[in-house]
């Protein structure tokens, strides 16, 4: 859900000739250009302790590995480390 959450995000980027102060409270903002919009995605690894992986060492290489098959299968993706 928090993955789906973050892509359906729209991010709005500031404009280039944004004033270095900001305007007094109250004071109309002029209108600039076009809104430049951007989606951001999200790749995940996810493991949890078992009996063969028992260490926190070993969990948290689980999901690494898991984050590099969630980026190699197309990113924007949660995989789940396989208990072995």
Known sequence: MLRADVE??????R???R???APKRGSKRKKSGPRRVVHVTVSAGIARRTEKASQPAEVVRAA??????????GR???VEARAR
């Open 19 to 21: 004033p270095k102060k």
């Open 15 to 17: 404009s280039k000739d």
């Open 8 to 13: 359906a995000h729209e991010i709005v980027l």
């Open 76 to 78: 924007n993706q949660v």
């Open 64 to 73: 690494d590995k898991a984050l590099y098959k969630a980026k190699e299968g």
